[in-house]
């Protein structure tokens, strides 16, 4: 079947450590996402990427890195600079229509990570 | 400043009843799209619908309902004859420039609705 798989399901980390979240996808898709969900709250943009070996920064890219090397995954470092990484974390992509932006596009989404910070 | 407001944060209703999911946006562009997205407990997001701004005909999916206004930057939703699997965080969502040839969706709070049996 195909879809946007996202591990692990819970992710507990202590204060200091990074961690990485994955994100894989076996739609075809161009774009992916990450969104952060916080209790109560909207999605919010982390970082972006259109193409593969390119990305943008969203609205709340500090703390966050990410990387595009294949076409498939694009994983998610949260970086100790994260002043509060505890969230619910969202994976998602889109496929490219030709003359349309990527965001007009339906976004699909994985089942997300939820990190707890100890 | 806020883009997509949904002023419901809470709605309960008794199985049965129709429900309405309000959402208004503010955007300058002439082009844009909006969508509504579902997210039950298991926590995925569910794509529901999507609208351009040339397109203010109202859609109807079975129980589900879509209303677009322009004049007031509306998009609501209803549920009619609700039902418990009906029960989740229901998101309305704007697409936004966000400088150099770039656009983003922008969601709103959301709105959770709980169907009581």
């Known amino acids: 079947d195909g879809g946007i798989t996202q591990s692990p399901k819970y992710l507990f980390r202590k204060e200091g450590q990074n961690v990485t979240l994955s994100c894989e996808q076996n739609?075809?898709?161009?774009?992916m996402y990450w969104y952060r969900q916080d209790p109560g709250q909207g999605l919010r943009l982390i970082y972006y990427?259109?193409?593969?070996?390119?990305?943008q920064k969203g609205d709340i890219a500090e703390g966050y890195s990410v990387s595009r090397e294949k076409k498939e995954s694009f994983p998610l470092t949260v970086t100790s600079a994260q002043k509060n990484p505890t969230a619910f974390y969202l994976c998602?992509?889109?496929?490219?229509?030709?003359?349309?932006?990527?965001?007009?596009?339906?976004?699909?989404f994985g089942p997300g990570t939820r990190l707890t910070v100890l | 400043a806020q883009k997509v407001t949904q002023a419901q944060t809470e709605i309960s209703v008794v199985e049965k009843e129709d429900v309405t999911l309000d959402c208004v946006y503010e955007?300058?562009?002439?082009?844009?799209?909006l969508f509504w997205y579902k997210q039950p407990p298991s926590g995925e997001l569910v794509f529901l619908i999507r609208?351009?701004?040339?397109?203010?005909q109202n859609e109807i999916s079975g129980r589900y309902s879509w209303n677009f206004q322009k004049s007031t930057s509306s998009f609501n939703f209803t549920i009619t004859a609700s039902q418990v699997v009906d029960s989740a965080v229901y998101f309305c969502?704007?697409?936004?420039?966000?400088?150099?040839?770039?656009?983003?969706?922008?969601f709103g709070k959301g709105t959770k609705l709980s169907v009581i049996p």
């Open positions: 990427s259109q193409i593969v070996n390119d990305f």
């Open positions: 998602a992509s889109s496929p490219r229509t030709s003359g349309i932006p990527f965001s007009y596009n339906e976004q699909f």
């Open positions: 969502a704007l697409t936004l420039y966000s400088g150099a040839g770039s656009y983003q969706l922008t």
């Open positions: 609208r351009n701004s040339f397109d203010e």
């Open positions: 739609l075809n898709h161009d774009a």
């Open positions: 955007t300058r562009d002439t082009t844009y799209y």
